[in-house]
């Protein structure tokens, strides 16, 4: 049943939060609270960082005149609360689910989500685009970027930030710390320092004081212009973003909705410069589960408000991320060499695991995929054998590194490329849907793909032997098939696939961990009198060429399947047998492909069968190649 919620049912839009007190503005916080903590029980979803920012939220949607001021959230995880408050509520319990809210900021859902964001950093450089519009349109509304403390330390923040410093234009940015603070909070004087160096007297002294002190000579003036910034940065931390241009102010206690607004307030008067907010929130605050858990509850499945536990079923097998993490440990136990990467992802990439036993060659460099390929590239070229472990959607950021100090040094850095392929409730934006032809499409790149755990740990093995040029692996998000893990880990022939079963009529090459379907698809064409064959291709770079001729040779359709985008397996393989002239002999191809758009979030199986990527799918394709039915129903059309 949804908890009692008087204060925020009077709620609508951000409109009926002006002119309320702080008195009131608490009540709203705490049922907005609860409502989160209800919904994302129904759904499940990210918990633990919305919680975090609850009173930032009320008092941003307080002060600002949103949705013509322009709030940006970083990553967008946190918005739940912001979804909530800007006539979303409705629709609610529909986060994550087909058809449903989105789990992030989303232009298309709403006027009040500006930009969309579901990666790290990229709100400050937002902003300044809302900025940098806004004044050449003569307009002088506010722009607000709240970023997080780990998000500020990509590389992507500090581009922006440097750049910020050269704009007076009304640029905010609040620093939400919910982790490691740069200074500690203390109490009731450092909220009214907070709140007096943002208010103008306190800037109206300074200014002042700088006055007084032109009058003297240049080395004096010098000494007190320093010693001004070192007291100030002394007393709130803030001299780093000081140096960048920034007027900082805080810390301040996140959950004070009193020191909140007078800040806010404040800080929307600073017109000569950007400012920076520091504020300290504590993540999964106010849900009791949730502050004791490790993670804060970051990210949940469906669970119970009272307990706290969550509805997670118990496996049929273990994940592919799993089975990634024990091959490798098993792998370094033998070779003091491997090491391994992630960009703040250590438990999402089971690189926790490896941390365990091997704490010294497990290297986390923070939200920094750029940095985290580069590392490994310098760590190979000294002899190390890094497995950098990188969501496909997160490797996209890192990706000029992978060209430039990777491949063109043929360096062997090994990917590991969790997250392949569609990601269900995350939806398109957390979708490993490019990486085969980004990857495959550099010189010298091993690529390949497992089939199932066993294929996992064997390719796993195989990138380890790898040592001449780099190498990549892509499995997916979620539970194996139940495959046995072999014992002995040989590596396997670079460049060659495997036939599975032999037909006569359709030969089906598979990509990945669609093998599973294709076997089902064959067993019914069989069953219609269309024997089958189906191939596992293992490897998308080098392909294997003498597999796809004996396919060729003996079939009268090929169909090449893979979890990934127009432009990745099936390309490959097309651009062989042009080159070949295998296409000119009365060859019927298709690739089957993700479709050639960003595909929403639902239910792997449901997104799997809207691209036509089912079984179902499949048949409907070797049919209409031998001119026998049409495929529809999918996503494809």
């Not at 994550?96 to 789990?103: P, V, W």
């Not at 849907?433 to 064997?458: K, N, R």
Request: charged share 20%.
């Amino acid at each position: 049943m949804p908890p009692l919620t008087p204060a925020l049912d009077a709620i609508q839009s951000p409109k009926d939060l002006k002119g309320l007190s702080i008195k009131a503005l608490r009540q709203v916080a705490d049922d907005l609270r609860a409502e989160t903590i209800d919904a994302v029980s129904v759904t499940g979803g990210h918990l633990g960082a919305g919680l975090g920012v609850v009173e930032l939220t009320v008092a941003l949607h307080h002060v600002l005149d949103t949705p013509k001021d322009i709030l940006i959230w970083d990553v967008g995880h946190q918005a739940y609360p912001h979804k909530i408050l800007t006539g979303r509520r409705n629709r609610i319990r529909t986060l994550r689910q087909g058809g449903g809210l989105s789990g992030f900021t989303k232009r298309s859902e709403s006027v009040f989500d500006p930009f969309g964001a579901a990666h790290a950093a990229t709100s400050i450089s937002a902003a300044l685009g809302f900025c940098a519009s806004r004044d050449l349109q003569g307009d002088n509304h506010i722009v607000m970027a709240v970023i997080g403390d780990g998000s500020i330390t990509a590389g992507m923040a500090y581009e922006a930030m440097n750049k910020a410093a050269e704009t007076t234009s009304r640029l905010t940015v609040i620093l939400n710390d919910n982790d490691m603070s740069i200074a500690p909070p203390v109490g009731g004087m450092s909220h009214y320092l907070a709140r007096l160096v943002s208010g103008t007297g306190y800037r109206t002294l300074r200014k002042v004081g700088k006055q007084a002190a032109s009058v003297f000579p240049k080395p004096i003036q010098e000494a007190a212009r320093k010693a001004e910034e070192y007291a100030r940065g002394m007393a709130t931390g803030g001299t780093f973003f000081e140096e960048l241009g920034f007027y900082y102010v805080g810390p301040i206690d996140g959950h004070d909705l009193e020191a909140l607004v007078g800040v806010l307030e404040n800080a929307k008067k600073i017109e000569d410069r950007p400012v920076l907010v520091h504020v300290v929130t504590q993540k999964g605050k106010g849900y009791t589960p949730a502050e004791a858990a490790e993670d804060k509850y970051h990210g949940v499945s469906k669970f119970n408000v009272i307990t706290g536990e969550q509805a997670k079923g118990k496996p049929n097998a273990p994940s592919y991320t799993r089975v990634f993490a024990d091959t490798l440990v098993k792998l370094a136990h033998f070779d003091p060499k491997i090491v391994a990467i992630t960009a703040a992802m250590p438990s999402g990439t089971g690189l926790d695991l490896f941390g365990e036993s091997f704490p010294e060659r497990t290297f986390d460099v923070g939200i920094a995929e750029q940095h985290a390929v580069t590392f490994a590239a310098g760590l190979a070229a000294d002899g190390m054998k890094p497995f950098a472990a990188i969501y496909s959607t997160f490797l996209q950021r890192g990706y000029d590194q992978v060209v430039h100090d990777v491949a063109i040094q043929s360096l062997p850095v090994r990917f590991a490329i969790d997250r392949a392929g569609l990601v269900g409730a995350d939806g398109q934006t957390h979708a490993g849907t490019f990486d085969i032809g980004f990857m495959g499409s550099l010189p010298g790149m091993v690529m390949m793909a497992a089939a199932d755990e066993a294929e996992l740990a064997l390719m796993t093995a195989t990138a380890a032997a790898i040592d001449d040029r780099p190498s990549a692996f892509r499995y997916p998000r979620g539970e194996g098939t139940g495959a046995m893990i072999p014992s002995d880990l040989t590596p396997l022939e670079i460049g060659k696939g495997r036939i599975v079963r032999e037909g006569g009529v359709i030969a089906i090459l598979s990509f990945g961990t669609r093998l599973h379907e294709c076997l089902l698809a064959a067993d019914q064409l069989a069953a219609m009198g269309l024997p089958t064959t189906v191939a596992d291709a293992r490897f998308a770079k080098p392909l294997d060429h003498e597999l796809i001729r004996q396919l060729v040779r003996h079939h009268q359709v090929l169909l090449t399947i893979e979890e990934g985008s127009v432009g990745g397996f099936g390309g490959f393989v097309l651009h062989f047998l042009a080159g070949e002239g295998l296409l000119d002999q009365g060859l019927k191809v298709r690739t089957l492909t993700l479709p050639d758009l960003f595909q929403d979030q639902d239910k792997p199986d449901i997104q799997y069968q809207q691209a036509g990527l089912d079984a179902g799918g499949i048949i409907a394709q070797a049919l209409q190649a031998l001119g026998q039915g049409l495929g529809g129903g999918s996503l494809r059309a």
